[in-house]
């Protein structure tokens, strides 16, 4: 079915675009969209263009999303696979907008049989096979890369990414058992010493939220690494290198500039 995609895709890039004001506009308010190539920019727009006509965007209980407000979710989501594809987005298509943070029950049943319910507040979530969910509020709080804010988008599309191979771990997928040891020795010892630095009380630059489970860890400094890179790269520099690794990125050149 590849050749039915590629056919598809052409036709849609024949007839959309993202006009150059749209993109001025989206620089401006996502400052880490800045540095790219001009190849790398053209790829970026275009992936965004085919997310546009191949997601569903569903804005819910009064939500209504500009022009503006598409591209840029589109953007933020497109950058982290610029260099994988929009393929690693296959087999859902939902993109739900609530108009501020939102509310989810969570029930678990313990290991003493015990069921616990609680309820989260949360700016976005994303579940494997389901719907990418964002809060139209915390979308609008994206894009300081100066101090690491935090960003809903990057951060949930980040979920996806490592959800690909049905685990939501921390390990997304990758090419060989010894990129994943390698991996999992990296990734593993970065996430300790974090969390260690949490316990401690240390003041860190990645949200402590990043230290309660592995797959928040690596959404947490996606989001980092692609918002303030070269204070990712200042911390954690084995994490940033092998994020270079998986992402194929050097966010921190581009942005150094
Ligand atoms: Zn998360």
Redesign the pocket.
């Known amino acids: 079915m590849g050749w039915l995609r590629d056919w598809k895709r052409k036709r849609i890039l024949a007839r959309h675009r993202i006009d150059d004001a749209l993109w001025k506009r989206a620089q401006r308010h996502l400052p880490f969209l800045r540095g790219l190539s001009a190849g790398e920019e053209r790829r970026l727009r275009e992936l965004a263009v085919i997310f546009l006509a191949e997601k569903q965007l569903a804005p819910v209980r009064g939500v209504a999303l500009s022009d503006d407000d598409r591209v840029e979710i589109a953007l933020q989501a497109c950058l982290p696979v610029l260099e994988l594809g929009l393929d690693w987005y296959d087999g859902w298509v939902g993109v739900v907008v609530h108009p501020s943070d939102f509310h989810v029950q969570r029930t678990e049943t313990g290991e003493d049989g015990v069921v616990h319910e609680w309820e989260d507040e949360l700016a976005g979530e994303s579940w494997p096979g389901g719907p990418v969910v964002l809060s139209w509020e915390a979308l609008d709080d994206s894009g300081s890369v100066a101090d690491g804010g935090a960003n809903v988008v990057l ?1 949930e599309f980040a ?1 996806k990414l490592d959800m690909m191979d049905g685990a939501s771990d921390g390990v997304p997928p990758l090419p060989s058992r010894a990129a994943r040891e390698r991996w999992l020795k990296i990734f593993d010892a970065e996430f300790d010493r974090f969390c260690r630095a949490v316990d401690a009380g240390r003041e860190t630059f990645l949200d402590p939220y990043a230290a309660e489970h592995e ?2 860890f690596f ?1 947490v400094a996606s989001e980092a690494f692609f918002e303030s890179p070269n204070a990712l790269k200042r911390d954690f520099p084995r994490l940033y290198e092998l994020f270079m690794g998986f992402y194929r990125q050097d966010p921190g050149k581009r942005l150094r500039a």
């Open positions: 951060h979920h797959a928040e959404a």
